[in-house]
């Protein structure tokens, strides 16, 4: 039997933002899954690092697929936005969506997977009607749009978090993945999808690491991936 997939969504923010062209490509070379790309109003919290025009023309210069999470206190016209640009992946937050089913089904209509993100501390009781709806869940395990603050840890619960959610998963027979998000780092993948986590948002501690190249990390990451794949059995 084959593994389970892991996929590797590298953060666009933390690529070259002067470079992007030649940033894609490299990871295109070095065989990620999609690209993870974080739409922040400032409003949400405190950090804007990539604008729509941006994405729009980006959109033309790569086929990896987008994987948009947007963190706004205005969704709707944030997803209108990507789905007219063409992406196959758009989260939003729950902590700021009045009707949040209302927007799955808007993103859904457009054959694109829905998913929801939730703040490290918010529960996942709030996920109670929405699950059997979803394709994916976001667990943030930092505080988002904070990454800049290189002190702060991944929460002492994340580990927990990822593995409830999973037991909520399978208890409703539903397929949804698990994407997790913030300080996933070499150290913490093998748990993380030992948890059940296989949708892997990934930044300066779990690809970007500076003093070695792309490749090596990608490399070294692909070691922890199966680490963590065999401690979980292959069970996903």
Same mark, same amino acid.
């Given at each position: 039997?084959?593994?389970?997939?892991?996929? &590797?969504?590298?953060?666009?923010?933390?690529? /070259?933002?002067?470079?992007?062209? /030649?940033?894609?490509?490299?990871?295109?070379?070095?065989?990620?899954?999609?690209?993870?790309? =974080?739409?922040?109003?400032?409003?949400?919290?405190?950090?804007?690092?990539?604008?729509?025009?941006?994405?729009? +023309?980006?959109?033309?210069?790569?086929?990896?697929?987008? =994987?948009?999470?947007?963190?706004?206190?205005?969704?709707?016209?944030?997803?209108? +936005?990507?789905?007219?640009? *063409?992406? +196959?992946?758009?989260?939003?937050?729950?902590?700021?969506?009045?009707?949040?089913?209302?927007?799955? @089904?808007?993103?859904?209509?457009?054959?694109?997977?829905?998913?929801?993100?939730?703040?490290?501390?918010?529960?996942?009781?709030?996920? /109670?009607?929405?699950?059997?709806?979803?394709? #994916?869940?976001?667990?943030?395990?930092?505080?988002?749009?904070?990454?800049?603050?290189? @002190?702060?840890?991944?929460?002492? #619960?994340?580990?927990?978090?990822?593995?409830?959610?999973?037991?909520?998963?399978?208890? &409703? =027979?539903?397929? %949804?993945?698990?994407? %997790?998000? *913030?300080?996933?780092?070499?150290?913490?993948?093998?748990?993380?999808?030992?948890?059940?986590?296989?949708? &892997?948002?990934?930044?300066?501690?779990?690809?970007?690491?500076? *003093?070695?190249?792309?490749?090596?990390?990608?490399?070294?990451? /692909?070691?922890?991936?199966?680490? !963590?794949?065999?401690?979980? !059995?292959?069970?996903?």
């Amino acid at each position: 039997m084959a593994a389970p997939k892991i996929v &590797l969504s590298p953060s666009l923010m933390c690529a /070259d933002l002067l470079n992007l062209s /030649d940033a894609v490509k490299a990871l295109e070379e070095i065989g990620v899954d999609a690209l993870h790309i =974080d739409l922040i109003d400032s409003a949400f919290s405190p950090s804007m690092p990539l604008g729509l025009e941006t994405i729009k +023309q980006l959109r033309r210069a790569t086929n990896l697929p987008f =994987d948009i999470h947007i963190m706004s206190m205005n969704n709707e016209w944030f997803i209108q +936005q990507v789905l007219e640009i *063409g992406v +196959q992946r758009v989260s939003f937050h729950y902590e700021t969506s009045l009707h949040p089913d209302r927007l799955v @089904n808007l993103i859904k209509k457009h054959n694109v997977e829905a998913g929801v993100a939730l703040n490290p501390a918010t529960s996942l009781t709030s996920l /109670d009607y929405l699950l059997p709806s979803l394709d #994916y869940v976001l667990l943030m395990l930092i505080n988002p749009g904070f990454a800049g603050d290189k @002190n702060e840890t991944q929460v002492p #619960y994340a580990i927990e978090k990822v593995r409830n959610l999973r037991e909520k998963i399978c208890g &409703l =027979d539903a397929s %949804v993945a698990i994407q %997790v998000d *913030g300080r996933v780092s070499f150290a913490s993948i093998p748990g993380l999808i030992a948890a059940g986590a296989n949708n &892997l948002v990934l930044g300066s501690t779990g690809l970007f690491i500076k *003093g070695a190249t792309l490749a090596n990390n990608k490399t070294q990451l /692909d070691r922890y991936v199966r680490e !963590g794949l065999a401690q979980s !059995g292959g069970q996903q």
